[in-house]
């Protein structure tokens, strides 16, 4: 069975960091293209970074600069270093791993950031 478990959510002060973790079970990361979505309160699930198995990295615009997606193939895991957050930022994070027709999701971690 697959399991993606996120943590290192929680509340911070605008300008402060957090680092995301999402590590996974029952399934090789290391071949699978993974991404960081978020959904605001309200608002509809967005893309946030991709890390495809060969190395490709892309950002959203509203986070370039700040966040930094990495993965250790080792420790089966994706991380989203996010610096310099914003109250814009708060969202529930979710990680994704996706290899042809195959996507697993995991629960999701709050991030709030209070102004």
């Known amino acids: 069975q697959v399991h993606l478990v996120e943590s290192g959510g929680g509340l911070v002060q605008a300008g402060g960091s957090l680092r995301l973790s999402c590590t996974a079970s029952g399934i090789v990361l290391s071949i699978y293209n993974l991404e960081w979505y978020r959904q605001p309160p309200g608002q509809q699930r967005e893309l946030v970074a991709f890390?495809?198995?060969?190395?490709?990295?892309n950002y959203a615009d509203s986070v370039k600069g700040r966040f930094t997606i990495s993965r250790d193939n080792a420790k089966n895991t994706v991380y989203l270093q996010m610096n310099s957050l914003k109250f814009e930022d708060t969202a529930v994070y979710y990680c994704?791993?996706?290899?042809?027709?195959?996507?697993?999701w995991g629960q999701g971690t709050q991030v709030t950031v209070s102004s």
């Open positions: 994704n791993a996706r290899h042809g027709t195959m996507s697993y």
């Open positions: 890390i495809r198995s060969g190395g490709t990295i």
